[in-house]
């Protein structure tokens, strides 16, 4: 498997992958629309951008990498510099095409990137496709007149009315009923269709709304040990070291500098996770992780734990 795809994998369940020396995709979440254009309803999904400012490695892909193919850390880290000279010599000269994230081109010695739409990486999104709204046509009902012909009055003095006569008009009196009934017929079938139309609308509406799925295969997990008296899912990573004293260190470094940091636990790769500060409001984490990127580190990243 290539870079491309562990890249792929992660973003799944994360917003920001970094890929070192090279820059970090990040992924907004986008609410399901309408085009006008083609009537083509799109569900909610995952728009992916490319920061080539985040460089700096935060340890989450290389981990991966390491875990997936039973590989020492070192070696997912050199296994990431090769992919990426490859990718840094293919796109001087031509496209750089990365199956599942998008394309890059070289424009004054800049790189340019251009998402795929393809892939929907939003998992409560997932077996959800584009839907099409079929217009409805209306036939419009075409009045024809039809021309009665009224029987010709005898005089009983004269002579009595003959029976086919009697019949005649009961004929004439019954295709205008009939007539009345087929278009008040009409009226009631197109009544039926538009109403139904609107219910399927409704239920799909709906589905969209409340649909919720299950993935057989997860990706692997980092477990933490953490406190669950704390009830604070959102954590903005400071680090995660192999040696604890070098954590503890940090931690001590951030209290001084005002930050309520703290150790988080030791996750599955024996790397004791240091976070700047811990967070119940999704949009409280994502302010304080863009203040510390812009102004402290920018190398660090948003951990999201269920509890």
């Known amino acids: 498997m290539n870079l491309a795809n562990y890249i792929s994998d992660l973003l799944y369940r994360y917003e920001c992958v970094i890929v070192p020396k090279f820059g970090g995709f990040v992924t907004n979440t986008k609410s399901a629309r309408i085009d006008a254009s083609n009537n083509t309803l799109h569900p909610p999904y995952k728009q992916i951008t490319f920061n080539s400012h985040l460089t700096n490695n935060d340890g989450l892909l290389a981990n991966y990498i390491a875990s997936v193919d039973n590989i020492s850390y070192e070696c997912a880290l050199n296994y990431i510099q090769f992919e990426i000279d490859a990718w840094n010599e293919k796109v001087k000269n031509q496209e750089l095409t990365l199956n599942g994230l998008g394309a890059f081109n070289l424009f004054n010695s800049k790189l340019h990137f251009e998402p795929q739409e393809k892939i929907n990486y939003l998992t409560s999104s997932f077996g959800l496709s584009n839907v099409v709204r079929s217009e409805i046509e209306r036939e419009s009902a075409v009045k024809v007149d039809k021309e009665v012909i009224a029987p010709k009055v005898i005089p009983l003095r004269e002579k009595k009315a003959p029976n086919y006569l009697k019949y005649a008009a009961v004929f004439v009196i019954g295709l205008s009923a009939i007539g009345f009934a087929g278009k ?30 299950m993935i057989a295969k997860p990706l692997p997990t980092l477990n933490l040990e953490v406190s669950t008296s704390a009830k604070k899912s959102f954590h903005v990573i400071a680090g995660a070291f192999r040696f604890p004293d070098n954590a503890n260190r940090k931690v001590n470094q951030l209290l001084q500098e005002g930050y309520e940091a703290r150790i988080l636990g030791v996750n599955k790769w024996n ?3 240091v976070s700047y ?24 990243w948003l951990l999201i734990q269920d509890f």
């Open 184 to 213: 008040y017929y009409q009226n009631y079938i197109q009544e039926n269709q538009l109403v139904e139309a609107q219910k399927q609308q409704d239920l799909m509406e709906d589905k969209i709304e409340n649909a919720t799925f």
């Open 271 to 273: 790397l004791t996770v």
């Open 277 to 300: 500060g811990s967070f119940s409001d999704r949009d409280d984490a994502l302010e304080n992780l863009s203040e510390i990127r812009k102004n402290v580190a920018k190398d660090s």
